[in-house]
């Protein structure tokens, strides 16, 4: 008589390990199929604030070309290069902010957020103390507005910018 590994008997005696082997292959692909929808709502959260840093560094260019401050709309600027540098600096801000939600969503590597968290502190520190009212200004106006996460990284890792000139 021929036995074949493929018989009904021989077949009926693996049951039990095709059965688990096909349980741990549904449980695999569900986990991977729950990995990679968390995935896609952090890939979806991102590019929400995104849309949003690039709207607001819309508005904020625009009221650089119609000479107006972002910080207070309503005073009379004198000086068009301060309220243009401002609004320069609000939406670096708004940028920075958007650079540490891809960092803590996991879509920006450890380099690359080396690179911008230096770039921040530089930014919370002035740029060689030049107009560093403006600085201070906008920081203490913006952060409230920032995610308070961010707020307390910069503040705690970084000196602010000092005027040379309230010595």
């Known amino acids: 008589m021929n036995k074949s590994i493929f018989s009904i008997n021989s077949l009926s005696k693996y049951s039990d390990l095709f059965q688990i082997v096909g349980v741990i292959g549904l449980i695999a692909s569900l986990i991977f199929v729950g990995l990679e929808l968390r995935q896609s709502h952090k890939i979806a959260l991102a590019a929400q604030q995104q849309a949003r840093a690039s709207m607001l560094t819309n508005v904020y260019q625009t009221y650089s070309l119609t000479d107006v401050s972002a910080l207070d709309i309503y005073k009379d600027w004198e000086d068009r290069e301060k309220l243009v540098f401002t609004n320069f600096i609000i939406t670096r801000w708004i940028v920075a902010e958007n650079d540490y939600l891809q960092y803590r969503l996991g879509l920006m590597d450890e380099d690359m957020w080396k ?53």
């Open 115 to 167: 690179a911008k968290y230096l770039a921040m502190l530089t930014l919370y520190k002035g740029v060689n103390n030049k107009n560093c009212s403006t600085y201070r200004e906008v920081w203490n106006r913006r952060s409230r507005l920032m995610d308070q996460n961010l707020v307390k990284l910069i503040e705690d890792n970084g000196e602010a910018c000092i005027d040379p000139r309230s010595n």
